[in-house]
């Protein structure tokens, strides 16, 4: 049985959206723990609400490193996607590095790779391309890194009622004490096929949690949602308006050739035996 566990991440990680009696926070640690009955002394949570894999790799992997887990659940990099800084990269660095850190000490990994967030949180059509796009990146680096070390990963989207609203809190970005545990059911099973024992197996019964008031929706609608919301499209409007113009040129201009240049020489006519070599298409900026 493991003797240790440590979370690192961002507000999933935290717990947000399983509210306790009192105003905290249970979420997917505290389960997973009750799970392995690991010891109050023996359970640390370093993550925080907003943190990035950058965060996670120079903030939080210390701390869990100097605790020793036998088990690291690592929950990061939806926040990148939504930063118009966005790197692919770096994040893929970041991550190696919280990987091999915590595998050399001792820790059997868990990560996540992530589910459509736009189709929960029901975005426009644009933003919900944009932001596809962003986490087919994302769960790409993380199907990379995982590979290569070996560590099991948990695919959020094929989690059952991944996408039903059951799952989600009233925020549609965090999930709900139901989610939760599907979250922590998911990573004791990585646990179990891994080797260790899991003597109390998560149960998908709500219970001990806080059940948010109408009050609290609207609150959090608006103190939290809209700000969010406003934050966040400043960041990926401007990816997403990218995403708009390529599609509407690839719909006028099937071809690939782009629109005719004003003064340019007419083509000659094919009939003449004569083919006209078309340029090709210039690859679109990186930051694009």
């Known amino acids: 049985m493991p003797r240790r566990l440590a979370v690192l991440g961002d507000s999933t990680a935290v717990g947000l959206g ?13 389960l997973v723990a009750g799970a392995l009955r ?25 701390a869990a490193l100097a605790h020793r887990p036998d088990v690291a659940l690592v929950i990061a990099g939806m926040n990148d996607t939504l930063r118009s800084d966005f790197e692919p990269r770096s994040v893929a660095a970041d991550l ?4 091999t850190g ?8 868990l990560t996540v790779r992530f589910h ?7 975005l426009p059509g644009s933003l919900h ?22 560590a099991p990963c948990l695919d959020l989207g094929g989690l059952p009622g991944a996408y039903e609203l059951t799952s989600w809190s009233v925020d549609r ?23 260790y024992r899991v003597p109390e197996p998560v149960s998908l019964t709500c219970s001990g949690g806080a059940a948010p008031s109408t009050a609290d929706h609207v609150g959090w609608l608006v103190l939290k949602g809209v700000p969010w919301l406003y934050r966040r499209g400043r960041d990926l409007v401007p990816h997403a308006a990218g995403v708009m113009l390529r599609g509407a040129l690839r719909r006028a201009w099937p071809g ?11 083509a000659r006519d094919p009939g003449d035996g004569q083919r006209v070599a078309r340029r090709p298409e210039a690859p679109a900026p990186a930051g694009a």
């Open 173 to 195: 970005l965090h999930p709900s004490e139901f989610g939760h545990r599907l979250l922590a059911s998911g990573f004791t099973g990585l646990v179990a096929e891994a080797g």
């Open 38 to 62: 690991i010891e109050p002394a023996a359970y640390l949570n370093c993550s925080f609400t907003g943190a990035r894999m950058g965060c996670v790799r120079t903030g939080q992997l210390p």
């Open 102 to 109: 915590l595998t050399a000490a001792g820790a059997l990994v």
């Open 116 to 122: 459509d967030h736009g189709r929960v949180f029901r």
């Open 256 to 266: 690939g050739g782009g629109p005719p240049v004003s003064g340019a020489a007419p």
């Open 18 to 30: 399983d509210p306790l009696p009192g105003g905290a926070w249970r979420g997917v640690g505290p």
């Open 96 to 99: 190696d590095r919280v990987v």
């Open 129 to 150: 391309r944009a932001l596809r796009s962003r986490i087919d990146a994302l769960n790409h680096v993380i199907d990379v890194v995982t590979a290569r070390h070996a």
